[in-house]
């Protein structure tokens, strides 16, 4: 089974902050992503990762950084945090090859408040 | 650009009912990957089906059905006999045809399945 490991389940951090989610993901897969997810707004790309070292931004990286030194951990970074960034953190995975028609497997998510 | 429509916020049932949980997409790509995905509380998203654009076949797992209908740009999920472990949030959501093509959601349908 793929299985994809959000380091914190629940952080509550202090305005200006910076805080960071980690990632690991076990089955060598070559995509990594982050997302976010708001009541209503459904599940929004922050940033995604193709390869080692290499990112590329999705639909709402302002106010995020990511980090991919290594193919199985992605880590998502919040350089200041801010109250408007409380939110459910999900990362997930998926194997390269042709790309968009691969199942895409999630983590339990990371619920981050900021206070 | 890509867009998944899930119309129903919320859905409420009595256990054995059946329901229709509906999922409508735009997209200008002629080759795409619809999926679903459930969410219990727990947090996880939790892969259903995926389905690419060339098979419109309806496809059935249990008491689970979809029916994919190219025509509208709809595919619908059907649970049969709903039980109280179907209570969830269930997304939809559409992946276009290369891999810089990233899974887009739907806002997701919470399903509230009552004893």
Redesign the interface.
């Known amino acids: 089974d793929v299985k994809v490991t959000q380091s914190s389940r629940y952080l509550v951090k202090r305005t200006g902050e910076k805080v960071f989610l980690e990632c690991v993901q076990d089955m060598d897969h070559e995509n990594m992503f982050w997302y976010r997810q708001d009541p209503g707004l459904g599940l929004r790309l922050i940033y995604f990762s193709y390869d080692v070292k290499m990112k590329e931004k999705g639909d709402i990286p302002e106010g995020y950084s990511v980090s991919r030194e290594k193919k199985e951990r992605f880590s998502l970074i919040l350089e200041s945090a801010s109250t408007n960034q409380t939110s459910m953190y999900l990362c997930a995975s998926r194997t390269g090859g042709s790309g968009s028609g691969n199942t895409i497997y999630f983590g339990e998510g990371s619920w981050l408040t900021v206070v | 650009a890509q867009k998944?429509t899930?119309a129903q916020?919320e859905i409420s049932v009595v256990e054995k009912e059946d329901v229709t949980l509906d999922c409508v997409y735009e997209t200008r790509d002629t080759t795409?990957?619809l999926?679903w995905?459930k969410q219990p509380p727990?947090?996880?998203?939790?892969?259903l089906i995926?389905r690419?654009s060339f098979d419109e076949q309806n496809e059935i797992s249990g008491r689970y059905s979809w029916n994919f209908q190219k025509s509208t740009s709809s595919f619908n999920f059907t649970i049969t006999a709903s039980q109280v472990v179907d209570s969830a949030v269930y997304?939809c959501a559409l992946?276009?045809?290369?891999?810089?093509?990233?899974?887009t959601?739907?806002?997701?349908t919470r399903l509230m399945v009552k004893p």
């Open positions: 998944v899930q916020t795409y990957y999926f995905y727990s947090g996880e998203l939790v892969f995926r690419n997304f992946s276009g045809n290369n891999a810089g093509n990233m899974l959601f739907g806002g997701g």
